[in-house]
């Protein structure tokens, strides 16, 4: 399908949705990182794929970002926004600082890294975005207001960007996850885990492997009719 682009593509969840793309074949995969470069070159040396620095909350470096991918891959026909930024803290203490850094972040980051790509795909009237949101979408979690927030913000973008882009023939998906064991989620209380979990209907939950193959779906011509939806891979948590 072209050039695909992964952010947060370094570990976990983002980590699996490279490897997957990646094993395509003629596959054309780039992704980025934040934070431990090292992990950013075995990932580049396991895979092929190439890795790119890129942090959410410089507004300039999305585009320059797309513009380094296409130098070296050709045209970017999908868009993978993973990468994110949890802080936990109930609401009455949360900070200024720390309610900024993580909607800019995960909610500002992703519509920069949305509108760099658009004017290329809209002009070439073809390409794929698939938002990476969370099961704090849609289940309150104490403790995660401004990650759920920005989460659920992302599925109102999906939604909206899908009637915006539809029409040249670029479609907008978003994937919620359920509870996935990743260095993001290392942190979370045992009492949240097992509050996102208790509704699972399959017993071997979510595997990072799972949500990826949901992302590669979404990317790929066999979703050709499907824009502006949700597709929850959480083992039947929220049925």
Known sequence: MGAVLVTGGSRGLGRAIVETLAA???????FTWNTGEGAAREVAAATGALAFHLDLRDPARPDDL???????????????????????????????????????????????????????????????????????????????????????????????????TGKRGVRVNAVVPGFVATDLTAGLPEAAVTYLRAGECLAQGVRPADVAQAVQFLLSDRAAAITGQTLVVDAGASA
């Open 24 to 30: 395509e074949p003629d596959a054309r995969v780039a």
């Open 66 to 164: 797309v513009a380094e991918v296409e130098a070296a891959l050709g045209p970017v026909a999908g868009l993978v926004n993973n990468a994110g930024l949890r802080r936990e803290s109930l609401l009455a203490m949360t900070s200024d600082a720390d309610w900024e850094a993580v909607l800019d972040t995960n909610l500002g980051g992703l519509f920069r890294c949305c509108r760099a790509v658009l004017r290329g795909m809209m002009v070439r009237r073809r390409g794929a975005i698939v938002n990476v949101s969370s099961l704090s979408a849609l289940h309150g979690v104490a403790g995660q207001g401004a990650y759920a927030a920005s989460k659920a913000g992302i599925l109102g973008l999906t939604r909206s960007l899908a009637r915006e």
